[in-house]
């Protein structure tokens, strides 16, 4: 039995017990309808409404005045929708790349954040039950139980708990429910792939609910090394589970506490090395140099460093209670409270390649308490209106060591490794206030504010790790610069080999003035603080039931953000100040009865300071990393979405998203330390072009119910940095996905085959050139299995 099988029989043996113990016994109840529950009736029937709470009430997705794909718990499994980043093969103009750092980087119609620090914020953020997850890195297990997913599209903040530009995903778990039920899934793919999952909900007593779910997901490596045949990597590892008790003590009081958590032991992805692109190429390791290429289409080609463990230790856990309490018939009293933690810890392959070029071993925690408070309301016929505030404090830590030792800079200047660490406080406070003003009974205007006051604190510096081969450069470096400037050198003491743990920073601290300070290694300290106020205005006229007109403009931030980076000076530890965004927006939803609906959009961005990682030229080690704004750049695109019935049975759906980003103004340098002009060039992870096509036919035979499916993507040629850098590109590529099965409705069980990326498409997600070397972060091959649910 191979081991992926004999991990997940042992972590699954405990599910039943888990589950029932988490519900107990109960009396069965009549079931009640859920206000928020999705209704995605089948082909047969006719199309159902799918219920969103993107304004944060319920409402028919087609009768919401904002741009939003969404998704229920049926369409969520067909398609295979197990993480955040699979979105991005069902949402055209969303994009999930590989920073090669355990972050994700989100982006959506363009606007993204291309950093990989522990304490980036995303421009796109997550929230499950509209609790967010602050940070990329702690979002791994939002997809668990779930009853329907919103893609929100646009600047956020002036309803939901962090402001950002590009918008929000919200995740709706499902709830406990009013009868006993449960379920049940196993699969089994290619590369000895087993998912095991399963919930039980039902009620305690006849005020408290409860609902148990949890999955694990393990499969074999799915990389193998070019050099060394038979030794592979790409492990899968990962538990998930989620707790909820909903309590109801009297009608007018609602109580939901929800604890959760995920732990990751998989392997970190090795990059497929594209190019040897050495910063002084005569120093280039010749082993490196005659390293072989990684054939084009061969997906699954992989190097590193012989005897490397790639398994993370990563996991996260967080606790949240909401209270909902209706003052009256027309207004409610919400509060949501959470606190989250989660740890990092793994080693990275950042070069692809057998030769210690650049690895990384990364180590980081953190702590996050957020608070909303917020009354929810209407003046019967008059308007709808939501007030409220926003309270969130988190603790970062990051650190990281790095072998460099055979990079062309490092061969040169003798530096064998080096570590870094970051350690900031992020605080924030918000007040908002939404109101619908009902105009007419065909006419509303939405009018939205948000106040938003942010602070970080930070701490940071880079040092020698205790093998003394970067304290003698910097000191040399140090009496360089200090001569040049009439200054005395430094004592040797002040350059003391050691960990930073010891103190022992390396980094130039900001002189502020004090020209004594001049190259002197140090502790960088520094503070952001930043307001902002978010807008958003809207018109909406629905001259039928089944027709609605929308435009609006709004206006977001993104607060400002410190890297976490190797630095030479301090200049490297300055922040990326808030970044704001002015969206205009028209569109139109239409249903054509229970058999068709289509939706379009077209925007424009103004986008102001946007932020992302760009390069800083140190004279010893070369092109090195910052944080940078770019003053001025501008997005124009639109969207279409169709879903048709043309026969009872059959559901056909398409949707349809075009870009083009430009960035206006910016002189800057490259990623060789060229100075560049990037007036005119596109900004990063934004295809001109994304397509996604879906259809699925069900019929009946006797008690069996049986389907088939297919699905078609693609997307058209991106950069992954800004600017235009053919080495650099994205290729356009396509995915498709094929599934086919039976079961029965009332019995509950279903089987499903499924294949995704049949064709074996080659395609990358990033692309990153660093010290020597271009690399790709290559999508996964095809792969293919069977699932069985049972429900009960």
Known sequence: MNKSVIRSLHQCAAIPALMVAGIGTA???????????????????????????????????????????????????????????DLARVVPGFQAAESGLNTPIYTLRGIGFNESSLSATSTVSIYVDEVAIPFPAMTLGATLDLERVEVVKGPQGTLYGQNTTGGAINYIAAKPTDMVEGGVTFGFGRFNAVETAGYLSGPITDTLKARLAVRTDNADDWQRSQLRPGDGAGQVNRQSGRLTLEWEPAPTLRTTLVMSGWRDRSDTQVPQIRQVDPVFPEAVNPDLAAYPIAPEGDVRAADWDEGSDFARDNWFWQASGRVDWDLSPDITLSSITAYARFKDESFNEYDGTPVTVFDFTTFGRINSFQQELRLTGSFEGLADWVVGGNYARSTVYAEQTYRTGQTSANRISGVQSAENFTDQILKSFAAFASIDWQLTDKLTLTTAARYTDFKVDFRGCSGDTGDNTLSPIIQFVSGLIRTGAGLAPLPASQFQPGLLSNGNCTTFVDPRGDVSLTATPGLSVNTLAEDNVSWRVALNYKPVDDLLFYVSASQGYKSGSFPNVAATGFRQYEPATQEKL????????????????????????????????????????????????????????????????????????????????RIDEYVGLDVNGVLTDYEGGVLSFAPKWSLDFDGQYDWDVGNLGFFVGGSWSYRATASAVFGEDPRLDLPSYDLLGLRAGFGNEAAGWRLTFWGENVTNSYYFNNVLPQFDTIKAYVGRPATYGVRLNYDF
């Open 582 to 661: 002015i969206a205009y927006e028209a569109g139109v939803k239409a249903s054509f009865g229970r058999t068709a609906q289509a939706n379009a959009a077209v925007f424009y961005y103004d986008y102001t300071d946007k932020q992302l990682r760009g390069t800083f030229l140190d004279e010893v080690f070369g092109p090195l990393s910052l944080l940078i704004n770019i003053p001025k750049s501008h997005i124009v695109g639109f969207e279409v979405d169709t879903t048709v019935i043309p026969t009872p049975g059959l559901k056909l759906t398409g949707a349809a998203a075009y870009l083009d980003t």
């Open 27 to 85: 009396q069965a109840q009549d079931a009640t309808a859920d206000a928020e529950q999705t209704t995605e009736a089948s082909a047969q029937d006719g199309l159902g409404d799918i219920i969103v709470t993107a304004q944060r009430r319920s409402e028919s997705l087609q009768d919401v005045p904002i741009s939003i794909t969404a998704f229920g718990t049926e369409t969520l499994q067909t398609r295979g929708i197990t993480s955040v980043s």
